[in-house]
């Protein structure tokens, strides 16, 4: 019996990991085929070759020795991410690994888990493949796919297994990437309608005035589709973190080069942009366009929204390990349930304003995730017809980092 629980044990195991092997299998064939062309660096070609050949028909063609005990699989089991059970022929529950050991006996979500795994695992026994999608509401929401399958060895039915996967990030993940889509081509749809409306309305006219009022117009709408354009490929590389660019930076530095760059903004609205920052340098590692970056977004988005003759102000102070960078303004604010929502990629409080504004909706996102990227984070407080204070927390420079960076000959900014 324990010999048919092990087999049955090794099959479960090699069904577990039959995605994980095609992926490996996948990767091995493009890198066969890479090396298939390369006789550098003192290795025939034949060789290599041969020797990777070997490697993938390994990996393509697992096995599981017959003296691998029935601990070892167990042990290996606990080991995935996904929770699986195994019942032999009769039904009866042989393993339970550690994701799949808290629904037996458990309570609410746990409890509905438990019966769908006893469901997949009776059609399983009787020779079917079922899976089926549980959604349990929190909090946390989760989703879970459950699949189960038989267990066949030498035409036999031996058993069968129910394997849990946990896919509430995917689908999360793949919600974010259709309302990015859908965001996109709304905002891509809007100056590309009024640009193609513009030049209708041009065709045939004759008067100068109204022919430089709309040349004006078309003006503005390129400028806006280039913005976005600008800023959706800013945070695709942004997203992508700091990647070797990794300097040490004198923050002031960044605070002097953004604040210069909304001046003229700031002056036509007649807002006083005030700076105070403390007298010591202060370093942080990072990527020194990427901080800019950041930082101009929080003033570009106080000036925006400050009513002219208004004050914006961008502070540093340095609390310990952590320096916090804030930028202040008194403009319109921000309502209270939308606090949480304002990092998010194309999300205004207000659409129609942002509209005449000019802006994007991606400057929040962008500041987000270059706060991530440094090992920070953003925190907002603000109160509608008040204003905003927007802070970028970035943790000091350490002595050790700067040592790194010196004897590896990194430039200092």
Do not use: W
């Amino acid at each position: 019996m324990l010999l048919l629980t092990t087999v049955m044990l090794a099959i479960a195991l090699v069904a577990v990991t039959a995605v994980g092997l095609r992926q490996r299998s996948e990767h091995l064939e493009r890198v066969v085929e890479l090396l298939r062309f390369s006789g550098d660096d003192g290795l025939a070609p034949s060789t290599v070759e041969q020797g990777l050949d070997r490697l993938q028909s390994r990996v393509m063609h697992p096995s599981v020795p017959s003296e691998v005990s029935f601990d070892q699989l167990a042990a290996a089991m606990d080991e995935m991410p996904t929770g699986a059970v195994v019942a032999d022929a009769g039904g009866q529950i042989v393993l339970r690994n550690r994701v799949a050991s808290p629904f037996a006996g458990g309570r609410h979500g746990d409890a509905l888990v438990e019966a769908a795994i006893q469901a997949r695992l009776k059609d399983a026994l009787n020779g079917d493949t079922t899976d089926e999608e549980l959604r349990l509401h929190g909090p946390p929401d989760r989703i879970l796919f459950i699949v189960g399958s038989p267990l066949i060895l030498n035409g036999e039915l031996i058993g069968a297994i129910v394997l849990v996967d946990d896919v509430t990030e995917q689908h999360r993940i793949d919600s974010v990437r259709r309302d990015f889509v859908a965001n996109v081509s709304h905002e891509l749809r809007t100056p590309v309608g009024a640009l193609s409306l513009l030049a209708e309305t041009l065709e045939g006219e004759d008067d100068p005035e109204i022919i430089q009022r709309f040349l004006g117009r078309i003006q503005d709408e390129t400028t806006r589709l280039a913005r976005l354009i600008d800023d959706l490929l800013d945070l695709s590389r942004i997203e992508g973190g700091v990647g070797d660019r990794v300097d040490s930076i004198e923050l002031g530095g960044v605070i002097g080069e953004s604040v210069a760059a909304v001046r003229e903004a700031a002056k036509h609205k007649n807002i006083s942009v005030a700076v105070d920052i403390d007298a010591a340098p202060i370093q942080v590692r990072g990527d020194h366009g990427q901080l800019v970056s950041a930082l101009t977004n929080l003033l570009e988005n106080a000036v925006k929204y400050t009513a002219d003759g208004g004050d914006v102000a961008c502070r540093m102070v340095s609390h310990g390990q952590e320096v916090a960078v804030a930028v202040v303004d008194s403009g319109v604010g921000i309502p209270q349930k939308d606090h949480h929502r304002v990092f998010e990629r194309f999300y205004r409080v207000d659409r129609g304003r942002s509209s005449t504004s000019g802006g994007t909706g991606l400057g929040l996102a962008i500041v987000r995730h270059v706060a991530v990227n440094h090992g920070g984070r953003v925190e907002v407080i603000s109160q509608e017809g008040v204003g905003s204070t927007f802070t970028m927390i970035l943790p000091r420079e350490t002595v050790e980092q700067e040592s790194e960076l010196t004897e590896g000959g990194v430039a200092h900014e």
